[in-house]
């Protein structure tokens, strides 16, 4: 599996957009993007994937460049409740299903 | 609210003893994961299940781990004996097959004194 890099930390005002990138520019034609969060004492959450298309659903959208070699998550009206890490991963879906988990960007969302 | 239930939500243990982790996971997954995650890193498969069989363990350190899911539904992990180097939190999820989005409990957090 490609293997992500991410900020290690971002700052948001609550109610702006947050938008978290991932690089991985080495990634393959047949994996996915996938992007799951952590708040803190939970497991992780699933949030959304991709291939190519850009992707929306309602808690967040995913814009994947042309070429592939990175992404952006965006979280549009960012609440104090989505103060977490964001783990941004590729995997190939036919395969196993494990996923790598990096270190992730910790978001954190400001009154 | 995780779907996926684990339990019990924290456990503290001596080394040397025997620590066991339960798993319920969402109904109708066919496929369900082990991880591990030390504190400030990211999650880490440790075992997976097609069913009842298992899939990948390739990072389970078999001479003190084990993991079943006899009847294809809910699962156990288990540590004997525990080091103090197992502290972590234990987190299992599940997918409705493999390749499918993994939905993940909230843990096991397992101190080893």
């Known amino acids: 599996d490609a293997k992500t890099t991410q900020p290690t930390s971002m700052d948001c005002a609550e109610g702006r957009a947050a938008n978290l990138p991932c690089n991985h520019s080495?990634?393959?034609?047949?994996?996915?993007v996938y992007w799951y969060r952590q708040i803190h004492s939970q497991g992780p959450q699933y949030i959304i994937h991709g291939l190519k298309n850009n992707e929306t659903n309602e808690m967040a959208s995913l814009i994947i460049t042309e070429d592939r070699k990175s992404s952006t998550l965006i979280l549009p009206h960012a609440t104090l409740r989505d103060t977490a890490v964001y783990y941004c991963i590729v995997r190939v879906d036919n395969q196993g299903g494990k996923l790598i988990f990096g270190q992730g960007t910790e978001l954190s969302v400001k009154p | 609210e995780a779907e996926v239930a684990q339990s019990p939500r924290y456990k503290i243990t001596e080394k040397s003893q025997a620590v066991a982790f339960w798993c319920d996971p969402i109904?109708?997954?066919?496929?369900l994961y082990w991880y591990r995650q030390i504190l400030g890193q990211g999650p880490e498969l440790l075992v997976q299940f097609q069913d009842e069989s298992v899939v990948d363990d390739s990072q389970l350190p078999k001479d003190r781990f084990s993991a079943e899911r006899l009847k294809g539904v809910d699962s156990t992990l288990k540590i004997q004996p525990a080091e103090l180097g197992d502290s972590a939190m234990y987190l299992c999820?599940?997918?409705?097959?493999?390749?499918?989005?993994?939905?993940f409990g909230d843990g096991t957090r397992l101190s080893i004194l």
């Open positions: 999820a599940s997918s409705l097959d493999r390749g499918q989005p993994q939905h």
């Open positions: 080495t990634i393959s034609g047949n994996e996915y």
């Open positions: 109904s109708g997954h066919a496929t």
